[in-house]
């Protein structure tokens, strides 16, 4: 992962850097709109990590969402669980709709 070279790693590594995310925001809003659960988390890289642990909850995370991996320098996201396997650049609006595919069909 490349990092902006303003951003020293020094800083990232201890927290001290904050990435927002307005991706991020909008995927809690959807999700908060929607009635379905997750949690929240400060990354490690200065960022958000969200995870999904469906219903009933499991004991793992069944989808992990992050706002300072791949594709942070733009503003997305990272997601990785539920068919991804690490993959970056992702709006909002697709990793709503992987959760709720996950969940209608979850409800079959």
Do not use: C
């Not at 909850?57 to 997305?76: F, H, M, Q, T």
């Amino acid at each position: 992962m490349s990092m902006r070279p303003e951003l020293d790693p020094y800083e990232i590594v201890f927290g001290k850097t904050r990435i927002h995310s307005p991706e991020m925001e909008r995927l809690r809003e959807l999700l908060d709109e929607a009635g379905i659960p997750y949690t929240m988390r400060k990354g490690i890289l200065g960022g958000d990590m969200l995870d999904y642990f469906g219903e009933p909850p499991a004991e793992r995370p069944l989808l992990n969402v992050i706002s300072d991996g791949y594709g942070y320098e733009k503003g997305l996201l990272e997601a990785m669980g539920m068919g991804w396997d690490s993959v970056g650049g992702l709006h909002a609006d697709e990793v709503y709709d992987r959760i709720r595919q996950y969940r209608e069909k979850d409800k079959e």
